[in-house]
């Protein structure tokens, strides 16, 4: 029987034993491609993690292309010799000094998820840029397809070492889920990356119908990440700009960007349609688990049939909350630990900027053994299964 979102979640058992984890990494590449042994877990993580769910990439076409430009956004070498990214203003981020903008150091990743005692990472475009809303369609779809290109060879590279995601505009869906389906044939990547925003509300995440259509038939992972859609895009939130403790302020607003969108994604019937793709918001794995019961207690007056069941057909990650353990810990109890993937947010800037240690040491704390079993492995054990990976 062919399995699908939908079956994995009324199946997945929270006593299901892990398979041996070398066996596992093994059967999770291509017959005709040798594993690298895994790595030896150490003080930090006494439990393997087999994916970093939540983790940032920067390509070298990335560079080359916004360095021919003149506006934000737009990379440019700065007089103390680093390379600088100068963004935009959006509505989930505020233009401020231009930040380091470093194309990603692979060998570095790959030494440091060695230390860590993590076997593989999930590579995705950085979408809280905003590039999707700030740049021309026609400017995304040549930078994003070159995006995609490079991220493949790291992928082919490094089979045991990285899984990866294909960035798509939500401008033009068309076209997104036709570079959807290239990334699945042509590229070996495993879904796509598509900017919070976008979802919203139920009529912008009906824009997104052709891509989610095409990931049904790839039986697509989508990474969904906050950050602006383009202006195209209806019902995004308004442009609130914080005039005073900014620093505050703009940490409500993405959890509030993030929240709505997760409401969109498990609350109504926008990926009824779409049983076999699983979809992932990064960083409500520390946060939405907050306002969880008010939402579900809502969601019953409201006449919605089993509210947390339907919340709990998508995967939430912890991002950078996974310092906050016992916020990890709350969404474990509340969603279920098996619906929270690990992740870090390791790589934002580029180089080798990250450090997943201190995430693993809070969760080792934070965390119960079987809630660690399900969140490092089993989880992605299973995620991988239905998508015919393993």
Known sequence: MKSTRLEFIRTASLGAAVAAVPSLLRAAVPATTAAATPPTPNAVSSIPVLIDWHTHFITKAEVR??????????????????????????????????????VSDIAARISHLDKVGIQRQLLSHTVAL???????????????????DELAEVV????????????LPSADPVWAAEELHRAHKDLGLIGGSLPLNAFATLEGARTLAPIFAAGQKNKSHFFIHRGPANSVVP??????????????????????????????????DFLDPYPDVSVQVIMLGGFFPYILDSLIASSQKAGVP????????IYL?????????????????????????????????????????????????????????????????????????I
């Open 65 to 102: 292309i916004l360095r021919a430009r003149t506006t934000a956004p737009r990379v440019f070498d700065d007089t103390d010799g680093t390379t600088k990214l100068e963004n935009a203003s959006t509505v989930s981020s505020l233009a401020r000094q231009p930040s380091g903008f470093e």
């Open 130 to 148: 905003g590039l999707d809303a700030t740049l021309p369609v026609s400017e995304l779809r040549v930078l994003f397809r070159a995006f995609n």
């Open 156 to 167: 082919r590279a490094h089979p045991t070492r990285f899984f990866g995601v294909a960035a």
């Open 235 to 268: 019902g995004q939130p308004p442009l609130i700009l914080p005039t005073d403790t900014d620093y505050a302020r703009w940490s409500v607003i993405n959890n509030h960007h993030l929240t709505h969108g997760a409401i969109t994604l498990g609350l109504t």
């Open 306 to 313: 089993d509210p947390l069941g339907r919340i709990r057909r």
């Open 317 to 389: 990650d912890p991002g950078p909350y996974a310092r906050n353990g016992k916020w990890v810990a709350l969404a474990a109890d509340t969603i279920g630990a098996d619906r929270v993937l690990f992740g870090t947010d390791y790589g934002v800037g580029g180089g080798n900027k990250g450090d997943s240690a201190p995430g693993l040491a809070a969760l080792a704390e934070a965390l119960t053994t079987e809630q660690k079993r399900l969140i490092y492995s089993e989880n992605s054990r299973l995620l991988l299964k239905s998508k015919g990976l």
